[in-house]
């Protein structure tokens, strides 16, 4: 079956894979190379975002042309990862923010007109 593959699918699965991957390990060297937390925080947001959904892609457009009919578990999985990613570094990003103003640690971000105590 690998062999009855065009050339063009191929290609396009090959690219968005190797794009995503490089997107992904990106965000993994930011984690590293960054300084603290609130740099570091922005790093995993490219890696899963933009770096999985064009794995993600890859896998929908192969198994879509390959199986001849449409595949939606990828784009459920995008879907719940677009979603899910943002909340919860946010969510982090508040409560380290928060712990860190209470023990009054140095590098903690000044406050903005409307940031709550």
Known sequence: MI??????LSILVSVLVVGGALLTMAGCFGMVRLQNFYLRIHAPTM????GGGLILLASAIYFTITRDRLIVHEMIIFLFVTVTTPVTLMLLARATLFRDRIEGNDGV???INGDQQ
């Open 47 to 50: 890696g899963t975002s933009m």
């Open 109 to 111: 971000p000044k406050r």
């Open 3 to 8: 062999d009855d593959l065009p050339l063009w």
